[in-house]
């Protein structure tokens, strides 16, 4: 792709908890308004906040894209919306709802042919964690297909290193090749070319058996790409 990937291990955006890795995905973002896209959680307010979060801490103007339920991502003008941000920001919540609402839907084509175009996608908590293979449901403990934007990895996000059970199960279950546990106000941004760049300490699961190891932050353009 061509595009900037940013996934967010989670924390509070209103305490300034994620500034430092909103930051590093803003640095990639062309001019033009922000999309905010709010199926995980269905709040309306988490729109109004974070819209206010982006003005003031870095001047950047945000647009809501109304996309709650599957019959808004089939629809055409929520798709152009997509096309034409600067950046669409996947608000967290509840995964099941946002597959739920995305999966098989144009709304997420749309987002895939932005990563591929250059464009920027970011998810955090939640959101993130949707974004890979598959994603464990709040609903019972099953695993689901993910929406598949990270299609050779699952994702953990708040996520502690001495406790990674979860991760590690969450990998034996699933077709990922590998795993990536974020922890809260850290952050895997996956650019062009297989580069990346961390913000904060990112961990890296090759196997269900193997050793965590942390991803090396360094600049995107030195580094290979997890996987």
Known sequence: MKGWLALLGGGEFTFGETEEADRAWIERCPDGPVGFLPAASGSIDYGRHFTAYLKEAFG????????????????????????????????????????????????????????????????????????????????GGRLIPGLGLLPRAVVETNFDPGHDRRLRQLLEGSPGKFGLGIPAEGALLLGPEGTFEAVGTVFRLSGPEADIEPLVDEPAADTPAPG
């Open 60 to 139: 950047r103007e945000v647009e809501i894209l109304p996309v709650y339920r599957d019959r808004d991502a089939r629809r055409g003008k929520n798709c152009e919306r997509i096309r034409d941000c600067a950046a669409v920001y996947l608000g967290g919540g509840v995964a099941d709802h946002l597959i739920e609402a995305l999966a098989g839907s144009p709304a997420l084509e749309a987002l895939a042919a932005k990563l591929e175009a250059g464009g920027v996608v970011v998810a955090i908590a939640a959101a993130a964690q949707a974004c890979g293979v598959e994603v464990r449901s709040v609903f």
